[in-house]
């Protein structure tokens, strides 16, 4: 994997379905509309994305994105910090109650000048082949890259599908 292009520093991507992306900020093209992520957006509020992360095809990986155009969690005001916390928190309790990881990694790095939050999905292959830690993300990441199939596309999907209609069965703000 190309250390530039991770985690959107680079002009352009290509996501997982084989669409090719270019950009200014990934973060913001995706907030514009102007990257449609595979699956579609699973849930948007007033401040915050949610939707699968569009260059690492993992069952579940998902990808808390701000609208507005900040580095750092600590940047947000008040309405937005509460916002980000209940999606995070709505995505984890999806993931865990659909049955489709038990446990996720958070990782928010602002490095890619654009805050987003990974909820990275641990998934029983992936500690069989690497181990299980942050310090094994990026591996994983790459693996997945190489080798995605069509099965593994479909599940991806399928899961989106499943955590697109939980957030519309909850109220997140309660």
């Given at each position: 994997?190309?250390?530039?292009?991770?985690?959107?520093?680079?002009?352009?991507?290509?996501?997982?379905?084989?669409?090719?992306?270019?950009?200014?900020?990934?973060?913001?093209?995706?907030?514009r509309g102007d990257?449609?992520?595979?699956?579609?957006?699973?849930?948007?509020?007033?401040?915050?994305?949610?939707?699968?992360?569009?260059?690492?095809?993992?069952?579940?990986?998902?990808?808390?994105?701000?609208?507005?155009?900040?580095?750092?969690?600590?940047?947000?005001?008040?309405?937005?910090?509460?916002?980000?916390?209940?999606?995070?928190?709505?995505?984890?309790?999806?993931?865990?109650?659909?049955?489709?990881?038990?446990?996720?990694?958070?990782?928010?790095?602002?490095?890619?000048?654009?805050?987003?939050?990974?909820?990275?999905?641990?998934?029983?292959?992936?500690?069989?082949?690497?181990?299980?830690?942050?310090?094994?993300?990026?591996?994983?990441?790459?693996?997945?890259?190489?080798?995605?199939?069509?099965?593994?596309?479909?599940?991806?999907?399928?899961?989106?599908?499943?955590?697109?209609?939980?957030?519309?069965?909850?109220?997140?703000?309660?």
């Amino acid at each position: 994997m190309n250390d530039n292009n991770f985690a959107g520093n680079a002009r352009s991507a290509i996501d997982f379905l084989g669409n090719k992306w270019n950009y200014d900020c990934m973060g913001c093209a995706i907030s514009r509309g102007d990257i449609k992520i595979p699956g579609g957006i699973i849930y948007e509020g007033k401040h915050t994305l949610l939707g699968a992360d569009p260059e690492i095809p993992i069952p579940g990986f998902l990808i808390v994105n701000t609208k507005r155009h900040v580095n750092s969690f600590s940047e947000l005001n008040k309405e937005e910090r509460i916002e980000v916390g209940n999606v995070i928190a709505y995505a984890e309790k999806a993931l865990k109650e659909l049955n489709i990881v038990k446990e996720v990694t958070l990782v928010q790095e602002e490095r890619s000048k654009h805050l987003h939050i990974w909820i990275f999905p641990t998934h029983g292959w992936m500690i069989e082949k690497f181990g299980k830690g942050i310090k094994y993300l990026r591996d994983i990441s790459e693996y997945a890259q190489k080798n995605v199939s069509e099965e593994d596309i479909k599940e991806i999907l399928n899961v989106i599908e499943k955590i697109k209609k939980y957030f519309e069965q909850h109220d997140i703000n309660n």
